[in-house]
């Protein structure tokens, strides 16, 4: 053979070769298996960890094509692949070590706890989840039986954790901590929001009872079967209950969850015997309570350190008062983000009234790209929309600008509490914001000047201290009243803090 050919093909066969491993390696870390029912986009702030990859089948479909070119060519990459799942205290360890974290002798205790809990998952088998039934015929009436529906949780399923305390007790990060080091072989694991997962819930619920039609039936069981099916590591975060509607299933869907042998990681600034106080019907919600408390190992996290005290450098995200001055520096930021070359114009053009869909519903979006959108405080505040409205838009757009929030008072306490609820979104799905505002975004509440402090009452004025919140700073409100109100305010106050860090406009939309 002409040795410049036989040169050639040796290249060839080393280049494919390469390709092949290349390939393998693509396989091994590139397919994902999301969770279909997770709701909230990826994240810095970990709700982008919850992907798992499908390796096992990836490595083991490569090796049963040729188990011997697997076994000479793979052999680094699968234990470069597959290394020892590194544990919560060796993480959290790094995590100080490297300045992210503080040492905190409490925290170090709690996230003891978790290591514990961590351990006993990965030990754990969950039963098998028996498939829905797929036809509801007569004959199938008739002749088949109903998938068993279990009556108890596993003996073998670990007692699940909740973990409450005040904002800046490190909440999210240790339930983060727990889930980011999960090992890739845990695929059935879900880490969500927990008023985005009861969104999900009854969307499911909804259409469980459409399938069942006249004959009825109890859609809970079916439904929780289904989660089950998907997840049997779930992580709720920011559990808190305030609807009459959540309550009223609550007890039943977690039951039927952990029958079926679902364990549990939840987070909440109440304890289990202080959810829902002074709701409707409160007494047919307490079964849940003695539910958390029986199946759940309930931990205090308040040490008295707040992490969200610790100063940080602001960015400029909030302009006020409303000037012209201020509109062109808005316009400017967006432009620069929209149209940062004419080729991204092309290829992403700033589109009006994009569609997007939540709920069977549309809601337009003023103007927008694949991924920054932008609203006026009437446009996003002044309609109807509800907390999946946000969570949707959240969902589809990394960066929003909202213009033009007013001073509310009173006669907007509708528009105030869709606010709050939208900041809410924001915060949860680590979406990076820029805001006009007639006063500064932290008194748009504020019934007095921000110097005064004056008129607040004494419960209002714990709430804000407990969040590290000066009322010199934010003012007080007198439109909201209630336990939740009050608390809801004082957070979405704290979170437009934190909001405003240079740390949270490097770090979101990522």
Same mark, same amino acid.
């Given at each position: ?295 759940? %190992? ?139 505002? %007639? ?63 240079? %740390?949270?406009? %490097?770090?979101?939309?990522?």
């Amino acid at each position: 053979m002409n040795p410049a050919r036989s040169s050639a093909l040796h290249q060839r066969n080393r280049l494919l070769l390469r390709t092949a491993a290349q390939s393998r390696r693509a396989l091994t870390t590139s397919i994902p298996v999301a969770s279909p029912s997770s709701s909230l986009p990826s994240s810095g702030h970990g709700h982008g960890h919850g992907k798992a990859f499908n390796s096992s089948l990836a490595v083991e479909s490569i090796a049963r094509s040729d188990p011997a070119e697997f076994a000479t060519i793979n052999q680094f990459e699968t234990s470069q692949m597959f290394p020892e799942p590194i544990s919560p205290i060796k993480q959290h360890e790094k995590l100080v070590q490297s300045g992210v974290l503080r040492s905190d002798d409490h925290q170090i205790r709690i996230v003891g706890k978790l290591q514990r809990f961590w351990e006993q998952v990965l030990k754990y088998n969950p039963p098998p989840i028996p498939d829905a039934r797929t036809s509801d015929s007569l004959i199938s009436r008739l002749f088949s039986r109903a998938p068993p529906v279990p009556g108890t949780a596993p003996a073998s399923a670990p007692k699940g954790l909740y973990l409450y305390g005040d904002v800046g007790t490190g909440k999210t990060m240790l339930m983060d901590l727990f889930y980011q080091t999960l090992p890739p072989s845990i695929t059935r694991k879900r880490r969500v929001h927990f008023h985005a997962f009861m969104i999900d819930a009854h969307k499911r619920i909804h259409a469980t009872k459409l399938l069942m039609g006249h004959s009825g039936g109890d859609p809970i069981g079916p439904v929780a079967r289904d989660l089950a099916k998907e997840a049997y590591v779930l992580c709720f975060d920011e559990f808190q209950v305030t609807d009459i509607a959540d309550a009223m299933i609550l007890r039943r869907l977690l039951e039927g969850l952990m029958d079926h042998g679902v364990v549990c990681v939840i987070t909440s600034n109440r304890h289990p015997d202080d959810l829902y106080k002074n709701g409707i019907q409160r007494s047919s919600f307490i079964p849940a309570i003695e539910l958390l408390k029986s199946r759940f %190992e309930v931990t205090d996290l308040d040490s008295g350190t707040d992490y969200r005290r610790i100063p940080r450098a602001l960015s400029h995200v909030y302009y006020h008062p409303l000037t012209p001055e201020n509109k062109a520096e808005i316009d400017k930021i967006f432009n620069s983000l929209t149209c940062p070359t004419p080729t991204a114009v092309l290829q992403d053009p700033v589109i009006e009234n994009r569609p997007i869909t939540t709920w069977g519903r549309t809601l337009r979006v003023p103007l927008s790209t694949s991924k920054v959108a932008r609203f006026s405080f009437e446009e996003i505040c002044g309609r109807p929309l509800s907390a999946a409205d946000y969570l949707e838009v959240t969902k589809q757009f990394g960066t929003l600008f909202i213009t033009d929030v007013p001073k509310m008072g009173m006669d907007r306490k509708d528009m105030a509490r869709r606010f709050i609820t939208f900041i809410d979104a924001c915060y949860e799905s680590k979406t990076r914001i820029f805001v006009s505002s %007639e006063v500064p975004i932290y008194q748009i509440f504020s019934d007095d000047s921000a110097g005064s402090g004056s008129g607040i009452s004494d419960h209002m004025r714990s709430v804000m201290d407990d969040l590290g919140l000066s009322p010199e700073v934010v003012g007080s409100s007198s439109m909201f009243s209630g336990d939740e109100e009050i608390f809801a305010f004082a957070r979405a106050c704290s979170r437009l803090v934190q909001m405003g860090s240079r %740390e949270w406009a %490097e770090t979101a939309s990522q």
